[in-house]
């Protein structure tokens, strides 16, 4: 399953619901309603989905009680999460869903022991001390982190396939993530023989002069590594990429979809929807500490061919078959 087909149905349905949740303040006991706070990172005009799927989720739980959603969006811009997030538990929310390892950072310092469920993708959740285990968090955190020592080997794969004498590689990395995923490709590169620049993106600006680098030097492709700031400026990388001319892989497949070369990682929807399955849970009585951390549920490989016959690049057959999206 991918990102446009069933979730996005179900988004849209269940939009109505959201809004009708929303609207109500009290439950006939008199009582307020739970809240769950979310902050969103991308462009406003797709932050009603994103709430629309966590709702959705919440009702998969079993979770029957009364539900208002306190959603603010930065807009894409990152140095607006710390006032978004103090104005969301300003809010009293009784769970809070931090999407990205910004998100989450930022939510631990103001949370005050309310309940968190993160979607971070970037983060060993263990390592980075966001839990005591995969199988029991022991505090007031938990949620969908991605194994990414096993998984960021896979984007310097498929280029090698399409690229077979790929020898050196952009590694586009946004600080605010962390060093796990750019130390492990850095590390698997070494092994593959394949050199590494490491460009710094601190902003969405900075894509601009990142990619124009890359191409100057010469390298042969470049692997965007995920942060949430990637997400937000989707079309304008692949519009990047187009115009260097650089083979381009990251996890989003909305990458793939508006002009990248390829895509591959866990649906985004996917694991909005999950992160509300588990804010459910929490609502419904189960402590964080023993509510255990989960991996990504779904996966997609997505490739353009129309972007590969422009870059001159034959996708085998063999990636081909593997693929769950070919955008021709």
Same mark, same amino acid.
């Given at each position: 399953?991918?990102?446009?087909?069933?979730?996005?149905?179900?988004?849209?349905?269940?939009?109505?619901?959201?809004?009708?949740?929303?609207?109500?303040?009290?439950?006939?006991?008199?009582?307020?309603?739970?809240?769950? @706070?979310?902050?969103?990172?991308?462009?406003?005009?797709?932050?009603?989905?994103?709430?629309?799927?966590?709702?959705?989720?919440?009702?998969?739980?079993?979770?029957?009680?009364?539900?208002?959603?306190?959603?603010?969006?930065?807009?894409?811009?990152?140095?607006?999460?710390?006032?978004?997030?103090?104005?969301?538990?300003?809010?009293?929310?009784?769970?809070?869903?931090?999407?990205?390892? #910004? #998100?989450?950072?930022? &939510?631990?310092? /103001?949370?005050?022991?309310?309940?968190?469920?993160?979607?971070?993708?970037?983060?060993?959740?263990? &390592?980075?001390?966001?839990?005591?285990?995969?199988?029991?968090?022991?505090?007031?955190?938990?949620?969908?982190?991605?194994?990414?020592?096993?998984?960021?080997?896979?984007?310097?794969?498929?280029?090698?396939?399409?690229?077979?004498?790929?020898?050196?590689?952009?590694?586009?990395?946004?600080?605010?993530? @962390?060093?796990?995923?750019?130390?492990?490709?850095?590390?698997?590169?070494?092994?593959?023989?394949? /050199?590494?620049?490491?460009?710094?993106?601190?902003?969405?600006?900075?894509?601009?002069?990142?990619?124009?680098?890359?191409?100057?030097? @010469?390298?042969? &492709?470049?692997?965007?590594?995920?942060?949430?700031?990637?997400? #937000?400026?989707?079309?304008?990388?692949?519009?990047?990429?187009?115009?260097?001319?650089?083979?381009?892989?990251?996890?989003?497949?909305?990458?793939?979809?508006?002009?990248?070369?390829?895509?591959? @990682?866990?649906?985004?929807?996917?694991?909005?929807?999950?992160?509300?399955?588990?804010?459910?849970?929490?609502?419904?009585?189960?402590?964080?500490?023993?509510?255990?951390?989960?991996?990504?549920?779904?996966?997609?490989?997505?490739?353009?061919?129309?972007?590969?016959?422009?870059?001159?690049?034959?996708?085998?057959?063999?990636?081909?078959?593997?693929?769950?999206?070919?955008?021709?």
């Amino acid at each position: 399953m991918d990102d446009r087909g069933g979730l996005k149905r179900r988004a849209l349905a269940a939009a109505a619901i959201a809004a009708a949740l929303a609207s109500r303040v009290a439950t006939a006991q008199g009582r307020r309603p739970a809240r769950i @706070g979310y902050a969103y990172v991308g462009p406003p005009e797709l932050a009603d989905a994103r709430s629309a799927l966590i709702l959705e989720g919440l009702r998969a739980s079993g979770y029957q009680g009364e539900v208002e959603t306190i959603l603010r969006s930065t807009g894409g811009d990152p140095a607006r999460l710390p006032p978004v997030v103090a104005d969301i538990f300003a809010q009293k929310v009784s769970v809070f869903i931090a999407a990205g390892p #910004a #998100a989450l950072r930022t &939510a631990r310092q /103001a949370a005050n022991g309310t309940p968190i469920v993160a979607y971070d993708f970037e983060s060993d959740p263990v &390592a980075d001390g966001f839990v005591q285990s995969v199988a029991r968090p022991g505090g007031t955190l938990t949620g969908i982190f991605l194994d990414v020592q096993g998984f960021v080997g896979k984007w310097l794969e498929f280029l090698r396939e399409c690229l077979p004498s790929l020898s050196r590689v952009a590694l586009v990395w946004d600080p605010a993530s @962390g060093r796990l995923q750019v130390e492990a490709l850095t590390r698997i590169a070494r092994d593959l023989g394949i /050199a590494t620049d490491i460009l710094e993106v601190r902003a969405r600006p900075d894509y601009d002069a990142a990619f124009a680098k890359a191409a100057e030097a @010469g390298v042969g &492709a470049a692997i965007l590594l995920s942060t949430p700031m990637v997400f #937000a400026a989707i079309r304008d990388l692949a519009a990047l990429s187009l115009k260097h001319r650089l083979p381009t892989i990251t996890m989003f497949a909305e990458f793939a979809r508006n002009g990248g070369l390829m895509a591959y @990682g866990p649906s985004v929807l996917g694991a909005t929807r999950q992160a509300g399955v588990m804010a459910g849970r929490i609502l419904s009585g189960q402590s964080p500490a023993t509510l255990p951390v989960e991996q990504p549920s779904i996966y997609n490989l997505a490739i353009n061919l129309g972007t590969a016959a422009r870059f001159g690049v034959t996708v085998p057959p063999t990636l081909l078959a593997r693929a769950d999206d070919v955008i021709e």
